[in-house]
């Protein structure tokens, strides 16, 4: 099918937090009238200042948005980022019979942590241990992660060491599920790993596969992730233990367009998984992906939202294997930010694809849960590891967050020096094609 326009074409995009900003700017270049909604003022949804219009009604208003969609004859809708949006999406696209990338099934497949995993043995993607419940966790078990079944971005996560620990972390993951439901699972001290897969008319791409340098300071309360690095250095034992069943999984799903990313962990040459997202990734990989010669999985949400399809997105071409990605994640410590400076002058850097503000001054930040308030993110792009370590130091170096008082509120920064030998032992990757 050939490249099909776009333009002037009214795309309803449910909420408009930080996010949501690359969203709206990719529909825009690509000649869409862009149309944000949520009730938030303009600081806490900026997607708002940028889009053509937007609308202060509650992404979960369906009711409202059903009523001004016809009014307006927007011609398709969707949303990122989070799964209760995703959830809105569908309820929306079913009322005004318009296309939606995800199902009701498919999407409690990736909310639902304990299904997650279900699926996945079904499937043969190796995952991580369990426990049925509290009693089932023995002295020798600990350290074990509880997380509410239904919830993503970290949020209820907690680490335990003992029965103390499990009982109290417990409690604080049952208050923040939905559906009052939380798993246990072993804690993995290996490596943090994702796998990003794009679909597209039932044709599957494994994009990329990235590695996880957490922050230094975590220790068992935080589960802050201050790096990604892509492609991960076990790429090809990824790709060789779990790739296969993870096709198997799609297929099993009937998933025919859309982005999905699995995460896991990599630990003594094992592969296991945890939870996966069925939507747009905090990650941004978009800019990384088009740079890299493959399609801008922005385009996939798009395209689909307004006319149904995904084989009319235009490719690139040639796919550059050798080309590498260091994104950086800002993380707050506690107090109330006074000042903001340098992500301008890192966004100028030649390497730099992608930069994201998230906080504002005069942001109150807290520390009393497992993930920290995000600040900014940014990521650089090129072949050489060596080239990519100076880029972090520079963009480390620009930076600045400071409170009230002036004090540094950078939670941690990651040591620039391990980049240059990130992929020492890399062997030849592909890109495996369905």
């Known amino acids: 099918m050939s490249e099909q326009s776009l333009k002037g074409k009214k795309l309803l995009i449910l909420a408009g937090g930080p996010n949501l900003v690359t969203l709206v700017k990719r529909a825009r270049d690509l000649g869409v009238h862009t149309i944000v909604t949520d009730y938030y003022d303009l600081e806490t949804s900026p997607a708002k200042k940028i889009a053509d219009e937007y609308w202060d009604i509650s992404w979960s208003d369906i009711d409202q948005l059903e009523k001004r969609c016809r009014e307006e004859h927007v011609e398709g809708i969707t949303t990122g980022y989070s799964e209760t949006p995703v959830e809105m999406c569908i309820e929306l696209c079913e009322r005004l019979q318009l296309p939606c990338y995800c199902t009701r099934e498919q999407l409690e497949f990736t909310r639902d942590k304990v299904r997650f995993k279900e699926v996945c043995r079904k499937t043969g993607v190796p995952t991580v241990p369990e426990f049925q419940s509290i009693e089932d966790v023995g002295d020798k078990d600990f350290p074990v992660i509880v997380k509410p079944v239904d919830r993503a971005g970290s949020i209820g996560v907690g680490i335990a060491r003992d029965k103390t620990e499990l009982y109290k972390v417990h409690k604080y993951a049952m208050e923040m599920s939905y559906c009052k439901q939380v798993i246990i699972e072993k804690y993995i001290s290996g490596t943090k790993i994702d796998a990003y897969y794009e679909i597209r008319e039932g044709q599957i791409t494994l994009l990329t596969t990235d590695d996880v340098i957490n922050a230094a300071e975590n220790g068992y309360e935080r589960v802050v992730q201050s790096s990604w690095l892509l492609p991960s250095r076990v790429h090809n034992l990824i790709s060789e233990k779990s790739d296969a069943a993870f096709r198997k999984l799609l297929q099993f799903l009937k998933i025919r367009n859309g982005y999905i990313f699995f995460s896991g962990f990599e630990y003594e040459g094992e592969i296991m998984f945890f939870e996966a997202g069925f939507r747009l990734c905090g990650g941004h990989w978009y800019e990384y992906l088009q740079k890299k010669g493959m399609v801008n999985n922005l385009d996939i949400f798009i395209y689909h939202a307004l006319t149904g399809r995904t084989d009319n997105i235009p490719v690139l071409g040639e796919v550059n294997e050798k080309l590498k990605c260091v994104d950086i994640n800002i993380y707050a410590k506690e107090g109330t930010i006074g000042k903001i400076k340098g992500l301008e002058e890192i966004a100028q850097m030649e390497d730099c694809y992608f930069t994201l503000l998230t906080g504002h001054v005069g942001q109150v930040c807290k520390a009393d849960r497992a993930i920290l308030d995000k600040i900014a993110m940014f990521y650089f792009c090129s072949e050489s590891p060596g080239r990519l370590k100076e880029d972090v130091k520079?963009?480390?170096?620009?930076?600045?967050?400071?409170?009230?008082?002036?004090?540094?509120?950078?939670?941690?920064?990651?040591?620039?020096?391990?980049?240059?030998s990130w992929w020492e032992n890399e062997q030849e990757e592909k890109s495996y094609e369905l």
Do not use: F, P, T
């Not at 520079?394 to 240059?420: F, H, P, T, W």
């Open 394 to 420: 520079q963009a480390y170096s620009l930076l600045e967050i400071k409170d009230v008082n002036g004090e540094d509120m950078i939670y941690d920064r990651i040591d620039a020096n391990v980049i240059s």
